[in-house]
């Protein structure tokens, strides 16, 4: 089994519709939580980042973190086609080191 | 520069040749780390370095891997005698140190072994 798992998707959704991604983890003790945007042939880039439980909220973007059933949420509103990417989930130990990576999953927002 | 960068972008090669794979990281940066991502994968973590020792290099895959970063900035990742299965997209990200979460990632060099 993975320490991280998310679902690859693809998922395509209409313009204007809310976008819930999402990636659940196996060891207790990851502390930062993470999610990176990746265009086609183009490196991750970091949208949000999250520490221990709790929300986090930036622009349409709401990163939702729950330690408790070790669950991590991205939510996109008013979604664009310029959205239109793969996003990862990503976390580190609380002891620092690797972020360990989901598989990605595939979105595609359709005007 | 103003980010990571790696080179070369592309590169192709004969199975049982070796290449050098080069990063080079924001300045200032003491962390980096080395990723693969297969086709439609997420990201595989290889190696990653504390200015030039590498705590962390258990997600090497054989032996023909190595890694190695001098003066605490640039960085190389050598595959030695690829195979095809090295195919892949190798990523380099750098971050102000090891506890901060917000490492960024280069272009990436795609590698393709015939």
């Known amino acids: 089994q993975k320490e991280v798992e998310q679902d690859p998707g693809p998922l395509s959704v209409p313009e204007g519709a809310i976008v819930s991604l999402n990636c659940t983890y196996s060891?207790?003790?990851?502390?930062?939580f993470m999610w990176y945007r990746q265009y086609s042939r183009k490196g991750p880039e970091l949208l949000m980042y999250?520490?221990?439980?709790g929300n986090k909220e930036d622009g349409r973007f709401t990163a939702q973190v729950d330690k408790s059933s070790k669950y991590i949420s991205l939510f996109i509103r008013d979604s664009q086609p310029s959205d239109s990417a793969t996003y990862l989930c990503?976390?580190?130990?609380?002891?620092?080191?690797?972020?360990?990576f989901g598989q990605g999953t595939e979105l595609s927002v359709k005007p | 520069g103003a980010g990571v960068s790696q080179s070369p972008s592309n590169k192709v090669t004969e199975k049982g040749k070796d290449v050098e794979l080069r990063c080079d990281p924001i300045?200032?940066?003491?962390?980096l780390y080395w990723y693969r991502q297969s086709l439609g994968q997420g990201l595989e973590f290889l190696i990653y370095?504390?200015?030039?020792?590498?705590?962390?290099k258990s997600g090497l895959p054989s032996d023909r891997f190595s890694a190695e970063r001098t003066g605490g900035s640039v960085s190389t990742l050598t595959i030695q005698r690829t195979q095809q299965e090295d195919s892949a997209v190798y990523l380099c990200?750098?971050?102000?140190?090891?506890?901060?979460?917000?490492?960024?990632f280069g272009q990436g060099t795609r590698l393709t072994v015939v």
């Open positions: 370095f504390q200015g030039n020792s590498a705590p962390d």
């Open positions: 060891n207790s003790a990851f502390q930062y």
């Open positions: 300045s200032g940066h003491t962390a």
């Open positions: 999250t520490y221990s439980s």
């Open positions: 990200a750098s971050s102000l140190y090891q506890e901060n979460t917000e490492a960024f």
């Open positions: 990503a976390m580190i130990h609380n002891q620092g080191g690797k972020l360990i």
